[in-house]
């Protein structure tokens, strides 16, 4: 498996691909891979001639108090998984080739970013947008692949693709589950038995919110109050938000209409976790 750290050495790579007539498929990831992340590889494998898994722990999308400096980091075991799928390359830049000295630029997506995730993490999307632009400058992919767990990060990278007309396609994958419902995550390894076993809690309320719009349920708020009343059962989950938006939009809404993105973000413990469920009313 081929890791390349320099950004000039991965245009090098991709513009030789290019000069042959291969397509390119970029997964975009922060490592300690696992299947969530295959299921975007293997896509990317199947799509394209050419794929590109980059691996950076993106320091401009982590608050201040948050878990960058703990955050998983396993190059080796994530190298030897995406030569097993038949991913090419591995881009793992480190820091300082990502933000040189003196880089100033950002990319930020305004009111997409203000609710859900963005009201909780201020300036986590900006860091989002701007590494996941460079990242696409970079490899200058033909698609690249986001998984529907992050589904606030996958409207906004739509939109970024659309409003700076990139010639990308945006390709979303669905949500990648162990076999008893907990989304997968890279941060699932920060949690204890006990945590583990109050964060199946998560997809059992969202299950519920399904089944009660599923039942003609309209109002927002009762949706709302049904998933908090599920999760507040557990004394080891602490509720960050909890809340339905637009799917394109990310705005709030009061009354279903049509596709909703249905979505939460729970402490079990210190581990902040995020998951959704969307709504066809
Ligand atoms: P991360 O390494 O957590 O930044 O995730 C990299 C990409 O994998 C993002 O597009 C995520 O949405 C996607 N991803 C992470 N977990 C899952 C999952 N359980 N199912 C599907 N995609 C996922």
Same mark, same amino acid.
């Given at each position: 498996?081929?890791?390349?750290?320099?950004?000039?050495?991965?245009?090098?790579?991709?513009?030789?691909?290019?000069?042959?007539?291969?397509?390119?498929?970029?997964?975009?990831?922060?490592?300690?891979?696992?299947?969530?992340?295959?299921?975007?590889?293997?896509?990317?494998?199947?799509?394209?001639?050419?794929?590109? =898994?980059?691996?950076?722990?993106?320091?401009?999308?982590?608050?201040?108090?948050?878990?960058?400096?703990?955050?998983?980091?396993?190059?080796?075991?994530?190298?030897?998984?995406?030569?097993?799928?038949?991913?090419?390359?591995?881009?793992?830049?480190?820091?300082?080739?990502?933000?040189?000295?003196?880089?100033?630029?950002? =990319?930020?997506?305004?009111?997409?970013?203000?609710?859900?995730?963005?009201?909780?993490?201020?300036?986590?999307?900006?860091?989002?947008?701007? =590494?996941?632009?460079?990242?696409?400058?970079?490899?200058?992919?033909?698609?690249?692949?986001?998984?529907?767990?992050?589904?606030?990060?996958?409207?906004?990278?739509?939109?970024?693709?659309?409003?700076?007309?990139?010639?990308?396609?945006?390709?979303?994958?669905?949500?990648?589950?162990?076999?008893?419902?907990?989304?997968?995550?890279?941060?699932?390894?920060?949690?204890?038995?006990?945590?583990?076993?109050?964060?199946?809690?998560?997809?059992?309320?969202?299950?519920?919110?399904?089944?009660?719009?599923?039942?003609?349920?309209?109002?927002?708020?009762?949706?709302?109050?049904?998933?908090?009343? =599920?999760?507040?059962?557990?004394?080891?989950?602490?509720?960050?938000?909890?809340?339905?938006?637009?799917?394109?939009?990310?705005?709030?809404?009061?009354?279903?209409?049509?596709?909703?993105?249905?979505?939460?973000?729970?402490?079990?413990?210190?581990?902040?976790?995020?998951?959704?469920?969307?709504?066809?009313?």
């Amino acid at each position: 498996m081929e890791t390349i750290q320099t950004v000039s050495s991965m245009k090098k790579t991709v513009a030789e691909w290019k000069s042959e007539g291969l397509s390119v498929g970029l997964v975009p990831t922060m490592g300690f891979l696992h299947e969530g992340h295959m299921s975007l590889i293997r896509q990317a494998v199947s799509d394209n001639d050419r794929v590109v =898994v980059s691996v950076f722990v993106n320091p401009m999308q982590f608050g201040e108090n948050e878990d960058f400096g703990r955050y998983p980091r396993d190059l080796d075991r994530d190298s030897a998984m995406c030569a097993k799928e038949g991913a090419d390359v591995i881009f793992s830049p480190p820091a300082s080739e990502m933000y040189p000295s003196g880089f100033c630029g950002y =990319v930020d997506l305004a009111a997409m970013t203000d609710g859900l995730c963005g009201a909780k993490r201020p300036g986590h999307f900006r860091g989002v947008c701007t =590494v996941v632009m460079k990242l696409l400058n970079i490899a200058g992919p033909d698609r690249a692949y986001f998984g529907q767990k992050d589904a606030q990060q996958l409207a906004v990278v739509k939109r970024m693709a659309e409003d700076f007309n990139m010639d990308v396609e945006i390709v979303g994958m669905p949500i990648v589950r162990e076999a008893d419902g907990l989304a997968m995550s890279s941060r699932n390894s920060y949690l204890s038995g006990e945590e583990r076993a109050a964060a199946l809690s998560i997809n059992r309320a969202l299950a519920e919110a399904a089944k009660l719009c599923g039942g003609g349920c309209r109002d927002v708020r009762h949706i709302k109050n049904r998933i908090k009343a =599920v999760l507040s059962g557990e004394p080891l989950l602490r509720v960050d938000y909890i809340e339905v938006a637009g799917m394109d939009t990310m705005l709030p809404l009061d009354m279903l209409d049509g596709r909703a993105l249905c979505a939460v973000a729970v402490y079990a413990g210190k581990t902040r976790l995020i998951d959704n469920v969307v709504l066809e009313a």
